[in-house]
């Protein structure tokens, strides 16, 4: 028979993904039902227009549309 290798306990992987997602804003899971910010892909999510939170004004300049502004409140701390 073989003898067993030496115990060697888990490494905890959820303090180093706690530590990556410190300055993440978005809240929950990436499956809860409130859209998420994303920042690295935002000129795609201009283009796209997923929740319709933008409006064009002239190519690469974009505003918050009405329902942008009430998104954002969604994610604005009651504090302020």
């Given at each position: 028979?073989?003898?067993?290798?030496?115990?060697?306990?888990?490494?905890?992987?959820?303090?180093?993904?706690?530590?990556?997602?410190?300055?993440?804003?978005?809240?929950?899971?990436?499956?809860?039902?409130v859209p998420m910010m994303?920042?690295?892909?935002?000129?795609?999510?201009?283009?796209?227009?997923?929740?319709?939170?933008?409006?064009?004004?002239?190519?690469?300049?974009?505003?918050?549309s009405p329902a942008g502004?009430?998104?954002?409140?969604?994610?604005?701390?009651?504090?302020?």
């Amino acid at each position: 028979m073989l003898d067993p290798l030496p115990y060697r306990p888990r490494t905890n992987n959820l303090l180093g993904e706690h530590q990556r997602r410190i300055d993440d804003p978005n809240r929950g899971s990436s499956t809860s039902k409130v859209p998420m910010m994303t920042v690295p892909n935002a000129a795609k999510i201009l283009r796209h227009d997923y929740y319709g939170w933008f409006e064009r004004v002239e190519r690469g300049v974009y505003a918050l549309s009405p329902a942008g502004r009430r998104g954002l409140e969604s994610f604005t701390p009651p504090d302020g």
